[in-house]
């Protein structure tokens, strides 16, 4: 797929390439917005059943505060050792002589939530004024009874099951409120599933998947769709082609795909029509022409000769060469120019070294050099192509004696460049240079229609040929071809 470069994007120059683009771009955002959206409703929902979580956990620590207030004081470190060697609890309970300092963890949305709701449950239930601390405390940093020993130093009956989901290992809540002056109630416990780790989820891996099936679905289907409606505009494009190299211009392209395209192919075959019409006609006119003012010179030729002024004679004989010379010259652009041959695969390597090998002879006419070779055979026409080459490298013998050939080759186009040693060309003479019969002043050589003609080939052939002045002195001829529909 071909890359063109916006700035530092690389963005795909076919249709089909920018329209997979487009609608990846558009998936995206759509599953973005949409999963945001989502997400948030997810996270509202979890953080509401979270904190109703935390007010039916405050409720039950407040049950545990009102049952053990109840016991005389002598009891309550009895039947805390009796629920400690049962097991099985929620909570990890002990009675200390003060409040145990640990080190608390960062508060975050959710955390907050749930020390904000477990707080105001204990104080609207044991009274607003009562000394108690909430907070969230990590594993690591538990500290328990008076002593501050850490969790792993307890028995794994004791609390190991009450304050440990391994390998998760959540924040522990640890509250702390004062039953009497010296005495402490020490409650600590995890929040229920699933708020155990209160950590913000992202987005599931189903949705995920979701996402990326659809996402690709999508494309596959698009893609499917602009291949389909593309093919109407590649026959077009093809067709298009080979009728600017003279190939099957009678036969019109076929017709398909969406109403637009339909109606874009039938426009196509009505100009193919014309332009056919109108190519046949000018050949049988130029035809007309040769055959019509040879006659008429070859007459006036045997007239001329019957005269007795030799002065008049040669004035009419110099009349006649140079009215000769314009026709010989326009039947012959219009021959060169509308070569009618089948397209092939040329072998431009070989084209090439046809072209310069009379000029490697020591009794050549000129020198000619050649540096790069072409990568691959180029579809068009072989004699129109060698007659185009041909002609840029006479250009450069006739009128800057050496011709230095270069190849450039790549998979989308085939560059020619042909330096002579010549004087060069004027900036503003440089599009004239290309018009039938011109000629720079103190040329007189041949009928000034090498460059047009050649310019007419690479044409017809989607090409150019373009012309530059060297800063060393000479010209610098360039011959494009693309090579996108080989």
């Not at 963890?105 to 044991?126: C, M, N």
């Not at 004989?317 to 010379?325: A, F, I, K």
């Not at 026709?327 to 431009?348: F, M, P, Y």
């Amino acid at each position: 797929m071909a890359f063109k470069f916006l700035g530092k994007v690389r963005v795909p120059r076919s249709l089909l390439g920018r329209m997979l683009l487009l609608t990846l771009l558009a998936i995206l955002l759509a599953q973005t917005l949409s999963s945001a959206i989502w997400l948030s409703q997810l996270r509202t929902t979890q953080l509401e059943g979270l904190v109703t979580s935390a007010r039916s956990l405050a409720y039950s620590m407040n049950a545990t505060v009102t049952y053990l207030r109840s016991l005389p004081l002598a009891y309550r470190p009895m039947v805390l050792d009796q629920m400690r060697s049962m097991g099985g609890t929620r909570f990890f309970v002990s009675l200390n002589d003060k409040p145990l300092q640990m080190p608390v963890l960062q508060p975050t949305q959710r955390k907050k939530a749930v020390l904000s709701a477990v707080d105001q449950v204990l104080r609207q239930s044991l009274g607003a004024d009562v000394d108690m601390t909430v907070q969230f405390v990590s594993p690591q940093d538990l500290r328990i009874f008076n002593a501050g020993m850490k969790l792993e130093e307890l028995p794994r009956s004791w609390a190991h099951f009450a304050l440990t989901l391994e390998p998760v290992n959540p924040p522990v809540l640890v509250t702390q409120i004062q039953m009497a002056p010296g005495e402490w109630l020490y409650i600590a416990s995890l929040l229920p599933e699933p708020y155990t780790s209160l950590e913000e989820e992202g987005l599931p891996a189903v949705q995920l998947w979701f996402i990326g099936l659809s996402s690709i679905f999508l494309l596959l289907f698009i893609g499917l769709l602009v291949h389909w409606q593309s093919r109407p505009l590649k026959r077009l494009a093809r067709a298009a082609r080979d009728m600017s190299l003279g190939e099957d211009r009678l036969k019109p392209v076929e017709i398909g795909g969406g109403s637009e395209v339909v109606e874009v192919g039938r426009a196509f075959n009505t100009m193919r029509a014309r332009i056919s019409r109108y190519l046949t006609e000018r050949s049988q006119l130029f035809s007309a022409i040769s055959h019509d003012l040879r006659t008429p010179i070859t007459r006036l030729r045997l007239r001329v000769e019957l005269l007795d002024d030799e002065q008049l004679q040669h004035k009419f004989g110099r009349d006649l060469d140079e009215l000769e010379l314009l026709v010989k010259g326009a039947l012959q652009c219009v021959k060169d120019t509308d070569i009618h041959e089948n397209i092939e695969q040329v072998d431009l390597n070989l084209l090439l070294d046809c072209l310069i090998e009379p000029y490697l002879l020591p009794q050549g006419n000129g020198r000619v050099t050649l540096h790069g070779r072409a990568l691959k055979p180029y579809s068009g026409k072989s004699l129109a192509l060698r007659r185009c080459m041909g002609n840029l490298i006479d250009n450069a013998l006739k009128y800057g004696k050496n011709a230095h050939l270069r190849i450039d080759d790549n998979a989308h186009k085939f560059v020619l460049t042909v330096d002579d040693e010549g004087p060069g060309v004027p900036e503003q003479r440089m599009e004239q240079i290309f018009e039938p019969h011109f000629r720079l002043a103190g040329q007189q050589q041949g009928y000034g229609l090498g460059l047009g003609i050649a310019r007419s080939i690479a044409h017809s052939h989607g090409g150019e040929v373009s012309l530059q002045n060297l800063r060393v002195g000479g010209l610098r001829v360039t011959l494009t071809l693309p090579r996108n529909a080989d």
